[in-house]
């Protein structure tokens, strides 16, 4: 079994920054991508970016709200996966999902076999 443990959510005001962690444990780790999704009160849970495993660099991918305001990158050697988030908005507020062992599209949640418990993210207007 896999194990994904997401840490860094917190509170923020509208323009500020927060960057998630999400480290992989439990048995051999492998994984051709790693994502964040998010999930609004009383909305389905989004996809917000993935990043490739294996491709030397990692392939990003981002849902266009939040192109050129957040990153994704990974520390292969420490399986983990971070996603910086700059210039928040109060529309960013949501919890915040880190997810592991795809196979399919990246895009939907039906695609990845592991999931972390979420944390909490809340920008302030």
């Known amino acids: 079994q896999v194990q994904l443990v997401e840490s860094g959510g917190g509170l923020v005001q509208t323009g500020g920054s927060l960057r998630l962690s999400c480290a992989a444990s439990?048995?051999?780790?492998?994984?051709?991508?790693m994502g964040w999704f998010r999930q609004a009160p009383g909305k389905e849970r989004q996809f917000v970016a993935t990043?490739?495993?294996?491709?030397?660099?990692?392939?990003?991918y981002y849902t266009d709200s939040v192109k050129g305001r957040f990153t994704i990158s990974r520390d292969n050697a420490k399986n983990t996966v971070f996603l910086q988030m700059n210039s928040l908005k109060p529309e960013d507020t949501a919890v915040y999902y880190c997810?592991?062992?795809?196979?399919?599209?990246?895009?939907?949640?039906?695609?990845?076999?592991?999931w972390g418990q979420g944390t909490q993210v809340t920008v302030s207007s």
């Open positions: 997810a592991a062992g795809l196979r399919g599209n990246y895009m939907y949640t039906s695609s990845y076999d592991y």
């Open positions: 439990g048995r051999t780790f492998s994984s051709s991508a």
């Open positions: 990043i490739s495993w294996s491709w030397p660099g990692g392939m990003t």
